[in-house]
């Protein structure tokens, strides 16, 4: 192996921004060499130490472990401390844009007002919630097996870096976002729990809850720990149909209206669809759009549904394989 | 090179709402002397919403529908973002967990004794088995009519990138697949934010504001910067960029219409193919440069 050491010359443009003097942000374009040794964090520190005292941003362990770090390098999210300049230059090239999570919620350079997160964070209840006995006869053990039931869902370092990549959160602020779900899925998923009932109230909520993820799947490549957010989302939709809690609503209606086209026509029968999913009057909004795709032969009428061949084996399926009701 | 041969899983949206993307795949398969068997037994991948709600009964679906690519022998392509999500998501559950294979493959076989998951075929978009299959050298040879004077802002889809471990190579923040399609076709691909972003056809019924302002600020993201038209290889992708448009633009504040293709129209519009065969007056936004 190679293990002599390169040198680049790289442009940064760093976001710049004080809450308390600046109307507006601004960036900095500022040269330097960048070895092959360095990551992220220590062009942080070589711009606070050679360019600019007054530079600002977080950071603590410089391990990947204390999450105060995130920025976006290009906007791709990233722990400064972890992520190799090499690899953001093989990504992006020569030009690399600095700025903190979200531009909007800056205080100060990178430093941003995470309010918003640890809100989101307790509404779901991030904690045990269990009776303990104070004067045990044995101890409570949690089998290997049952800890692999939390999928990885307790190695997050509350980063934020899901949250602020999320393009739900950057446009609903009520939707309580990624880590936040990954974290209720986390002690709905330990044994020792009993706190399930409150968190899937909070996370079954219309306009806040799961059922407005867009599946976009930002959220599990953004992580650092691989927490995959999204698959815990997943979970928690299938909890809340497992458990019965499933409130009857145009998003329910839309996941379970699969299973009923499925099984009719092995296809899916679009325009069924959004009738069952909205009901008879919640539909008519949809008519003007109809309409017109109708004009243009997008719209297949009930007697011309196309089927799946050996329809039959798939209703057997459907039949077969169902594991919840709805 | 022998012929390239592929098991086509059409999904449901080009048999229904985008007859367009199947006649056009068809045009460019025979152009490109593609041979496509397509699988008229498959069923719905569930489209993402199906295992929110039962995840094994999802699973057993999809492990059905590539055991009939299996069947043939061959690679199963996939001309949806999200069905390919779906399938590649099935494959990887079941090639790396026996014990649910297993019980995937019991329910298979209780109704057809000779229908069985085993892993054998590859699952690929048709975006990549021309690009990585067929090349896009000879794509480029076979070009007659070059997109020479068109700006073309390619719109990849979420479910095209991520999660990236299952994807088919493109690097999710800075993909190239679909630009270089563009250039190869001959046209001027353009940059813009958004292309890699989410349109939010997913929850399009339960969130429509969220919808509505994800598809305006893609197609805003293209309008400024010069597109003359946007390209997608996801059915749903463009459902959202094509037919929504209006409310699209009432959730920015801004008019925005611009054509929007399917990628196998745009490779086919540079092979000769003509606006008839390439379903071009199936489209919301009219596609009014050909
Ligand atoms: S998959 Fe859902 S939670 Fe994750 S980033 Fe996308 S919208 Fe947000
Ligand atoms: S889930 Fe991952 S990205 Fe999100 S806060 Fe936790 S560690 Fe960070
Ligand atoms: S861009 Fe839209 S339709 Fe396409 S994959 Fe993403 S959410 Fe699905
Ligand atoms: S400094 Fe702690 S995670 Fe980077």
């Known amino acids: 192996m190679d293990n002599s050491i390169t040198t680049q010359t790289i442009t940064f443009k760093v976001f710049r921004f004080n809450q308390e003097t600046d109307y507006l942000p601004y960036y900095n374009t500022i040269e330097m060499e960048v070895t092959s040794e360095e990551v992220v964090l220590d062009i942080l520190n070589r711009i606070k130490w050679e360019h600019d005292g007054s530079f600002s941003y977080r950071r603590s362990c410089r391990h990947g472990i204390c999450g105060a770090c995130a920025i976006k390098v290009n906007g791709k999210g990233v722990l400064a401390c972890k992520e190799r300049m090499n690899d953001m230059i093989e990504l ?157 609503n145009v ?47 997008k719209i297949v009428l009930p007697w011309n549904m196309p089927k799946s061949d050996k329809l039959d084996e798939i209703q057997k399926l459907v039949k077969s394989s169902s594991t919840v009701k709805f | 090179m022998g012929k390239l041969q592929y098991a086509l899983f059409t999904g449901c949206t080009a048999k229904e709402s985008t007859p367009e993307q199947l006649m056009s795949t068809y045009a460019v398969a025979k152009k490109l002397d593609i041979e496509i068997i397509e699988l008229t037994e498959a069923s719905c991948c569930g489209a993402s919403h199906l295992q929110d709600y039962d995840d094994f009964l999802s699973l057993v679906l999809n492990a059905r529908n590539i055991a009939y690519a299996e069947k043939h022998n061959m690679t199963m392509i996939t001309i949806c973002n999200t069905c390919q999500l779906n399938t590649a998501m099935t494959k990887h559950r079941l090639d790396s967990d026996a014990e649910l294979k297993a019980r995937v493959n019991k329910k298979l076989a209780e109704v057809n004794p000779d229908l069985q998951y085993k892993g054998t075929s590859e699952i690929k978009h048709f975006l990549y088995a021309i690009i990585d299959d067929f ?45 270089d399609l563009i250039i190869a076709c001959g046209g001027a691909n353009v940059e813009y934010e958004e292309k890699n972003k989410c349109c939010g056809f997913h929850v399009e019924l339960q969130a429509p504001h969220t919808a509505a302002v994800l598809t305006g600020n893609a197609l805003m993201g293209a309008i400024d910067q010069n597109a003359d038209w946007m390209v997608t290889p996801c059915p749903l992708c463009h459902l959202k960029l094509d037919t929504q448009a209006d409310h699209a633009g009432k959730a920015v504040g801004r008019e925005l219409e611009i054509p929007v293709l399917h990628m196998q129209q745009m490779v086919g519009l540079a092979l000769g193919c003509s606006k008839e065969e390439l379903g071009l007056k199936h489209h919301v936004t009219d596609v009014n440069f050909v």
């Open chain 1, 92 to 248: 992006f090239g020569k030009e690399l844009t600095l700025e903190p999570l979200s531009t909007k919620r800056a205080i100060k350079d990178m430093i941003i007002d995470k309010e918003d997160f640890w809100v989101k964070h307790e509404e779901v209840e991030p904690f045990l919630i269990s009776h303990v006995d104070e004067h045990p006869e044995d101890e409570h053990i949690v089998t290997p097996q049952e800890a692999e039931a939390l999928l990885d869902s307790d190695l997050c370092i509350q980063c934020g870096l899901c949250h602020y990549s999320c393009p739900v959160v950057e446009i609903n602020e009520d939707y309580i976002g990624p880590a936040a779900f990954a974290k209720a899925f986390r002690f709905n998923a330990d044994v020792r729990d009993e706190g399930v009932d409150k968190r899937i109230e909070v996370i079954n909520a219309p306009g806040a809850g799961v059922w407005d993820c867009v599946k976009c799947f930002e959220c599990a490549e953004v992580c650092p720990k691989e927490v995959n957010p999204i698959e815990k989302i997943t979970k928690l939709h299938n909890q809340v149909f497992e458990r019965g809690d499933a409130l009857n």
């Open chain 2, 135 to 179: 090349g896009l050298d000879k794509l480029k040879s076979l070009v007659t009519t070059p997109l020479s004077q068109f700006n073309i802002a390619p719109f990849y889809g979420c479910h095209n990138l991520r999660p990236s471990e299952l994807q088919a190579g493109d690097n999710p923040y800075v993909p190239t697949s679909l630009d």
């Open chain 1, 251 to 297: 998003a329910t209606r839309h996941a379970v209206g699969f299973a009923h086209s499925i099984k009719k026509h092995g296809l899916l029968d679009e325009g069924e669809l959004v009738r069952y999913s909205e009901g008879n009057i919640g539909v008519i909004k949809h008519v003007p759009v109809a309409l017109k795709m109708f004009k243009k032969g």
